[in-house]
């Protein structure tokens, strides 16, 4: 497939929705279970509400590499605190394994697919972008204005 071919709004939509599924499920755990958990539970809860803002923005319109890039960070930062929980612990709070089930799961395809539509997207914009430019010629040198001062 042809990468300058994609449409941008369908990278719009999806990416949106997949950080919106992100967002979701991060909000059904708090709600659930995480809103007793000291620190853990306003984090996740900062998670959802980043994610739902960010997937209305990108609605919006094609954003700016800002934005995007910011919807990357909660993709990345709910990723690496997947990661942490597991290993060394967050804020002294560890899980195992993918639980809870099926929440884990969904949140790491939700957050992987959302950088992955990223990555494709900022692709796209800059094969989009190259294509637009005009080929750059080499400049020729014109005689009249490369002779010495006194010749």
């Keep these: 497939m042809n990468i300058r ?5 369908a990278l719009r939509w999806t ?9 979701y499920i991060h909000a059904q755990l708090y709600v ?13 809860l900062l998670q959802a509400s980043a994610s739902f ?15 995007r ?3 990357a960070g ?7 605190g997947f990661t942490a929980s597991r290993t060394v612990g967050v804020f002294g709070f560890t899980e195992r394994g993918l639980q809870p089930a099926p ?10 697919g959302t950088l992955l539509l990223l990555a494709v997207w900022q692709m796209t914009v800059a094969t989009r972008h190259r ?14 204005t490369t002779r010495a001062p006194f010749d």
């Excluded at 071919?5 to 709004?9: G, K, M």
């Excluded at 929440?103 to 992987?112: K, W």
């Design 5 to 9: 071919r994609l449409p941008i709004p």
């Design 15 to 23: 990416t949106a929705a997949t950080l919106a599924a992100g967002g």
């Design 32 to 44: 659930d279970e995480y809103r007793f958990i000291h620190i853990i539970g306003p984090l996740f």
């Design 53 to 67: 803002a960010l997937a209305a923005l990108l609605l919006l319109g094609t954003p700016p590499l800002l934005l």
């Design 69 to 71: 890039a910011a919807a």
């Design 74 to 80: 909660v993709a990345l930062g709910a990723l690496g």
């Design 103 to 112: 929440q884990a799961i969904l949140s790491l395809l939700a957050e992987t």
């Design 131 to 144: 294509a637009a430019r005009p080929p750059v010629r080499p400049a020729i040198p014109n005689r009249a």
